[in-house]
């Protein structure tokens, strides 16, 4: 084997990588000509099967982001439910945009949370396990597309 892929299956073993982030890697040395068809399929399975919810982890200046994010947004909300209170108007469904969880501060996507990223909604399929993937860029079996049609 070459020592691109020795080398990238050394990094995912190690475990210590964003997934979107290799993936990327690979695809890049792999349109580069520097991976067979082989060596990428096996070191883009080996990096889904040891991918860890810590290494997706943001650091602290993203967590500040995050929670001053969800503040707006739930500010926004509240404000919401208020005037629809106050005016006796219809409910409307909204969802809440994805954003990177992070531990101590936020719970993981539970089972069948729906979120609107990147224009889309995403429903969450993930059973038993925490889901702190990025929906539309793990690959399948995380996240689903999700239509309020489709769910009546």
């Known amino acids: 084997m070459n020592e691109i892929y020795n080398t990238i299956w050394q990094s995912i073993q190690a475990g210590d990588y964003r997934l979107a982030d290799i993936l990327h890697r690979i695809e890049v ?4 000509g520097q991976l067979t068809d082989e060596e990428r399929s096996g070191l883009m399975e080996l990096a ?11 650091e602290t200046q993203e967590q ?27 409910e409307t469904p909204s969802y809440p945009a994805w954003v990177r969880p ?15 990223h990147n224009g ?16 539309g860029v793990v ?5 689903e597309e999700y239509t309020p049609e489709g769910a009546e």
């Open 29 to 32: 040395l792999y349109a580069a």
């Open 48 to 58: 889904h099967t040891n991918a860890t919810p810590e290494a997706e982890l943001p």
């Open 64 to 90: 500040l982001e995050y929670l001053a994010g969800l503040i707006t947004a739930l500010t926004g909300r509240v404000e919401t439910l208020e005037e629809q209170l106050a005016t006796g108007g219809a």
């Open 102 to 116: 992070i531990v101590g501060l936020t719970t993981d996507y539970q089972y069948g949370a729906i979120v609107s």
């Open 120 to 135: 889309k909604l995403w429903r969450n399929v993930l059973q038993n396990v925490q889901n702190v993937w990025e929906p």
């Open 139 to 143: 690959g399948e079996g995380f996240w």
